[in-house]
């Protein structure tokens, strides 16, 4: 009997501490570890943000200046949009409205693949030294991906280095044809270094800086930083140059785009990690 009653209060104080066990579990998420985790998906879906954002960019201001600047119109073959672009516009009081129609499927001079519209709002005063615009993604569709957010452009015809450069502000959400998403939100200031005034798209070259906060798939916010400028040379279809540093907490990963050559691959190196190799015209 004694034996008995021993046993069954083994078992008692086991459920006990299996109870205790279960509401500390409850109190602690057991994601808490993933979620500040920084891998190579984090990194691989910051590059696809980039260059949907970056293209997008381009998209925007080659659509202003084509609308703005009616004699270049003369030379459109040598310019980045290409003819299965359509571009409308609506005049109202000192406003503009500007519709850039990709239609149904839009293959870009440098082999991107866009659909859907991009609008756009701005001043009409042609001869100011600066210049918001206002765009919104509609249906806007890249590489299979769906586009979606807002934002204002502030266009300068000349900085400090007597380039033409554009601080866009604004947030911008990727979705993925298996229905998961990220977001980005912040500033990014974009250079023109290379081809303006020569009315060719070919021998344009852009450095971009800037910083966002950047959401992942699983709902985990980074920050994104670009430490080396991006350089973009828009006969590549990738950023051929430039680091981003994605960082959480403890946590950060290093994207380098490469040394100026105009290849799909960037490395990553992961909490000072030795780099490893992506191939971004693998990530869908």
């Known amino acids: 009997m004694k034996r008995q009653k021993l046993n069954w209060s083994i078992l008692m104080l086991a459920l006990l501490g299996l109870l205790v066990t279960g509401c ?39 659509a202003y200046l084509t609308e703005e600047f ?7 073959a040598n310019r980045y949009l290409p003819d299965c672009v359509t571009i409308t516009k609506v005049i109202t009081q000192n406003k503009k409205e500007v519709t850039v129609d990709f239609g149904d499927g839009c293959e870009l001079r440098n082999g991107n693949i866009v659909s859907g519209k991009i609008l756009l709002e701005y001043n009409r005063d042609r001869e100011a030294a600066s210049k918001m615009i206002s765009f919104e993604f509609d249906g806007f569709v890249f590489n299979e991906k769906s586009v979606e957010g807002n934002g204002s452009i502030l266009r300068e015809r000349s900085n400090e280095n007597g380039n033409p450069q554009s601080t866009r502000t604004g947030t911008i959400t990727v979705t993925w044809p298996d229905g998961s998403n990220a977001n980005k939100n912040g500033t990014k200031i974009r250079e023109w270094i290379e081809g303006y005034g020569t009315g060719a798209w070919g021998d344009n070259v852009f ?15 980074l920050s994104a ?40 691959s960037a490395m990553v190196s992961i909490n000072g990690g030795e780099e490893r190799e992506i191939d971004l015209s693998a990530i869908r």
């Open 24 to 62: 500390q579990d409850e109190e602690i998420p057991t994601d808490v570890s993933a979620s500040q985790e920084i891998d190579l998906k984090s990194t691989e879906t910051e590059t696809e943000i980039d260059n949907v954002s970056d293209e997008s960019s381009a998209l925007i201001e080659e």
């Open 70 to 76: 009616p004699e270049t119109k003369s030379i459109q």
């Open 207 to 221: 450095l971009i800086t800037g910083n966002a906060m950047f959401t992942k798939k699983n709902g985990t916010v």
């Open 225 to 264: 930083t670009i430490v080396k400028p991006l350089r973009r040379e828009l006969v590549c279809k990738f950023l051929v140059s430039g680091t981003v540093e994605l960082s959480k907490n403890e946590n950060s990963a290093v994207l380098n785009y490469g040394d100026g050559t105009c290849d799909s």
